[in-house]
């Protein structure tokens, strides 16, 4: 099971780098999450720089890919080059798209009629692309999520687990990551945004509690 964090130059590191640390909260055989960029080395909006541990070319073969934002999305929008090396397929793939990493997934073509969220910054240019941009931080339809916000970045990491592993597993990757005091507080949040966008069978019994109230 490969994951990739599509992290290009100017990335934002909460989007690319928390998602990153939730992910790998699952130990399982196989499973891979990978910061996946367009060049060897990728240096962020803070200058840190990174290397890339896997290329574009495993871009079509990922069975799920995570597009973070950073602060020069709307340039690598417009870069046909670029964006023609964007092979993803949501019938085959789950895609997930923070904040102006929603953008890349509307110039794509990916989104449709189907709202997505954002952060606000960006929120124009995608209402530009023709998508209705939600005042919340996440949604999600069928196998595509958008997040807006960085912190929102958590939710696209535990909906991957959930849609992967199970909605057991999302929760426990959750309490690992949360403040100490604070980890019911955060896993409730986490269900209530990530849940009403999950198949039943994939509900836990924290989940199943929620929506039926």
């Not at 939600?134 to 959930?162: E, H, K, R, V």
């Amino acid at each position: 099971m490969h994951i990739a964090i599509l992290t290009f130059e100017g990335f934002n590191e909460l989007d690319s780098l928390i998602a990153l640390g939730i992910l790998n909260r699952i130990k399982q055989p196989g499973w891979r999450v990978s910061l996946m960029c367009p060049e060897a080395k990728v240096t962020s909006m803070n200058g840190v720089t990174l290397h890339a541990q896997a290329s574009f070319a495993e871009l079509a073969s990922a069975d799920a890919v995570l597009i973070g934002s950073g602060i020069h999305t709307r340039e690598i929008a417009e870069n046909e080059h670029l964006m023609a090396q964007l092979t993803l397929n949501p019938g085959q793939q789950l895609l997930g798209a923070q904040c102006s990493g929603t953008l890349l997934l509307a110039k794509r073509g990916l989104l449709g009629n189907v709202p997505a969220c954002t952060d606000l910054t960006t929120r124009p240019w995608v209402m530009e692309a023709g998508i209705e941009v939600l005042n919340q931080p996440f949604f999600a339809s069928g196998n595509i999520a958008t997040a807006g916000g960085c912190l929102g970045s958590q939710y696209l990491a535990c909906w991957m687990i959930a849609r992967l592993v199970g909605m057991e597993a999302a929760e426990e990757a959750m309490h690992y990551v949360a403040p100490v005091g604070e980890k019911t507080e955060y896993i409730e949040r986490m269900v209530r945004n990530i849940g009403p966008y999950l198949p039943a069978a994939e509900a836990s019994p924290r989940m199943a509690a929620h929506l039926s109230e």
